[in-house]
């Protein structure tokens, strides 16, 4: 094989004493996509910012068409051609698309003036080269977030990049909009780029990487041609355990009891059909479909009052007016799709978050002693498996895996009678997928009612004792037992009209 273009030989990093990377061998050649696969925590950060210039190796050293590279800034391995696209956006809503793709590298005019009309030209012709259609001169905060992403993309490729890291691209993007970024990834691969791919999603992994890298513990445990994978063995590799042992068994025969949830007749917007439906104590019901069904929107018209009409009862009580403090009461809780933007309160520390919904709870008449809170929480911790030295560090500081445990954590010290899950595991790491897989089968023997919603079917197959597949805005088939198929579920998700409108269990 030719010489790589971006390359760690032997590579480590410490913090003090607590060794964070060990001896980490990878590569990545033009024309070759790269999963770095690993649980979070496992070093994936670390390494592309070894990689990019942000940390320095504590051993070894990054090569960069085979010569020691000796960055000392991000900016400088920019300058050399290694691009990257982080999971957190960097583009400045304020400004138009070609302002941020070119920001810091505007053309110029003889006065040291901006280009308006050269800034412009060049935005739409680097858009244009990628197949990204979109205005150079609209407003980003004018954009939807799958639009934002291809910014980002088109600002990390504004100069001659040799090397593309992406790092979990399609977290927020739908279906064709992810099959738009795969056929941006593959032009690009065609193109003789290297690109290094980071994502939680096997599927995705197995369909655009051509090899595989995995990480477990600062160490290299796999690496090889996908060709030589299974999804079973990166998982293995990953966490030491085998994809089939993700999910805790189901029960045979499910027996739901009292019906928690009933819903008749709910119309989510104007022109929509109506839906039925009942979740009953101890079951896991999913809500399946493609993204942009009305999955989230039927979950929020339950939880938050966003419907236009029909009826909503829990536990035989009926909901007419309902709002988010009205539904907590009532004991149904939800944990939104994203947790930073309404979920988290990033700037407060893990003990505060735990308890932001039940500040009181465990003190008597509502004096809360000092230090109530960080006992509290501290417990709280054990019990759900939260991993952190200090509940009094701050929750940004938790893995993603993490601070969605403190959120299921949070909500179930409201003892909620309905937890609608919408997107329980996103961008989380597979080992800690499985314990919240394990947490919510527990809960479901334990009597609650759950309605998940997850965009990755594996998760609806493995966890929901009955499937509603929603199609354009209404639910157009109930699943069962063996039923519940991956293939079923897309057949009657992507198909062209729907069947009948609502289910009724």
């Keep these: 094989?030719?010489?790589?273009?971006?390359?760690?030989?032997?590579?480590?990093?410490?913090?003090?004493?607590?060794?964070?990377?060990?001896?980490?061998?990878?590569?990545?050649?033009?024309?070759?996509?790269?999963?770095?696969?690993?649980?979070?925590?496992?070093?994936?950060?670390?390494?592309?910012?070894?990689?990019?210039?942000?940390?320095?190796?504590?051993?070894?050293?990054?090569?960069?068409?085979?010569?020691?590279?000796?960055?000392?800034?991000?900016?400088?391995?920019?300058?050399?051609?290694?691009?990257?696209?982080?999971?957190?956006?960097?583009?400045?809503?304020?400004?138009?698309?070609?302002?941020?793709?070119?920001?810091?590298?505007?053309?110029?005019?003889?006065?040291?003036?901006?280009?308006?009309?050269?800034?412009?030209?060049?935005?739409?012709?680097?858009?244009?080269?990628?197949?990204?259609?979109?205005?150079?001169?609209?407003?980003?905060?004018?954009?939807?977030?799958?639009?934002?992403?291809?910014?980002?993309?088109?600002?990390?490729?504004?100069?001659?990049?040799?090397?593309?890291?992406?790092?979990?691209?399609?977290?927020?993007?739908?279906?064709?909009?992810?099959?738009?970024?795969?056929?941006?990834?593959?032009?690009?691969?065609?193109?003789?780029?290297?690109?290094?791919?980071?994502?939680?999603?096997?599927?995705?992994?197995?369909?655009?990487?051509?090899?595989?890298?995995?990480?477990?513990?600062?160490?290299?445990?796999?690496?090889?041609?996908?060709?030589?994978?299974?999804?079973?063995?990166?998982?293995?590799?990953?966490?030491?355990?085998?994809?089939?042992?993700?999910?805790?068994?189901?029960?045979a025969t499910p027996t739901a009891g009292e019906a928690v949830l009933e819903v008749r007749d709910l119309v989510v917007a104007s022109g929509l059909p109506p839906a039925t439906l009942q979740v009953h104590a101890g079951e896991i019901v999913g809500l399946a479909g493609l993204v942009g069904s009305g999955r989230t929107e039927l979950a929020r018209a339950l939880y938050a009052g966003e419907a236009v009409s029909g009826d909503v009862s829990l536990m035989g009580e009926p909901m007419p007016h309902r709002d988010p403090a009205g539904s907590i009461e009532a004991g149904m809780l939800m944990l939104t799709e994203s947790r930073k933007d309404d979920g988290l309160f990033l700037n407060s520390s893990v003990a505060r978050n735990f308890s932001a919904t039940t500040p009181g709870l465990g003190a008597h008449h509502n004096a809360i002693p000092p230090g109530h809170e960080e006992r509290r929480a501290s417990v709280l911790k054990e019990r759900r498996g939260v991993v952190v030295d200090h509940v009094g560090l701050p929750i940004s500081a938790l893995s993603g895996g993490n601070q969605q445990k403190v959120l299921v954590a949070r909500l179930l010290e409201n003892r909620p009678k309905l937890l609608i899950l919408d997107e329980p595991t996103r961008g989380v790491d597979v080992g800690a997928k499985a314990d919240i897989y394990k947490a919510l089968r527990q809960l479901a023997d334990d009597g609650m009612a759950l309605l998940v919603i997850s965009s990755e079917l594996i998760e609806i197959v493995g966890l929901a004792d009955r499937v509603l597949v929603m199609r354009d805005g209404e639910i157009a088939k109930e699943l069962r037992g063996e039923d519940i198929t991956e293939a079923a579920i897309i057949t009657v998700a992507a198909a062209e009209t729907a069947s009948h409108h609502g289910v009724a269990a």
């Design 1 to 251: 094989m030719a010489q790589p273009y971006l390359a760690a030989r032997g590579l480590n990093k410490s913090f003090g004493p607590n060794e964070v990377l060990k001896g980490i061998e990878f590569e990545v050649h033009g024309g070759h996509a790269v999963a770095l696969c690993g649980e979070n925590g496992a070093g994936k950060s670390t390494l592309i910012k070894l990689l990019t210039g942000l940390y320095t190796p504590t051993g070894g050293h990054v090569e960069f068409e085979g010569q020691p590279a000796r960055w000392t800034d991000p900016r400088q391995s920019l300058a050399a051609g290694i691009a990257v696209v982080h999971q957190e956006f960097s583009v400045l809503g304020a400004l138009s698309i070609a302002e941020n793709i070119y920001l810091g590298a505007e053309p110029r005019t003889r006065l040291g003036l901006i280009d308006r009309k050269a800034l412009t030209a060049d935005a739409q012709a680097l858009l244009d080269e990628l197949g990204i259609t979109l205005d150079p001169n609209a407003l980003v905060e004018t954009l939807s977030v799958a639009d934002k992403q291809m910014v980002e993309i088109a600002k990390a490729l504004r100069s001659e990049a040799k090397v593309l890291i992406l790092d979990e691209p399609t977290a927020v993007l739908s279906q064709n909009e992810t099959r738009h970024l795969f056929r941006i990834i593959n032009d690009l691969r065609a193109k003789g780029l290297g690109l290094v791919y980071v994502s939680h999603r096997l599927d995705e992994i197995f369909e655009i990487c051509t090899d595989i890298t995995v990480i477990k513990d600062g160490v290299v445990t796999s690496k090889g041609p996908t060709a030589d994978y299974t999804h079973d063995s990166v998982v293995a590799a990953m966490v030491g355990r085998e994809l089939g042992d993700l999910f805790p068994a189901k029960a």
